[in-house]
């Protein structure tokens, strides 16, 4: 009834679905793998944005109180 050929359709029927499983491991090891909550990204970003505001800081760009306003502010 179906012709699939001198292998019988077997190397096909698993072909899809393991090109799909390798990109998606691709992605999840290329992306560093998902955050197991919202916040992951945005304490990353906190961090950040400490050890900019401590350079500033440390440079002399800022105030004692302008640091002191802004370290309140991210917290």
Not at 41 to 70: F, M, P, V
Request: overall charge positive; hydrophobic content about 40%; glycine content about 10%.
């Amino acid at each position: 009834m179906w012709n699939y050929g001198p292998w019988g359709g077997f190397p096909w029927m698993w072909i899809f679905p393991l090109i799909f499983l390798i990109v998606i491991l691709i992605f999840l090891f290329r992306s560093g793998g998902l955050p197991m909550c919202g916040s992951h990204g945005t304490h990353k970003r906190e961090e950040n944005a400490r050890e900019l505001l401590d350079r500033r800081y440390a440079r002399g760009e800022i105030s004692r109180e302008e640091y002191q306003q802004i370290k309140k502010d991210l917290e």
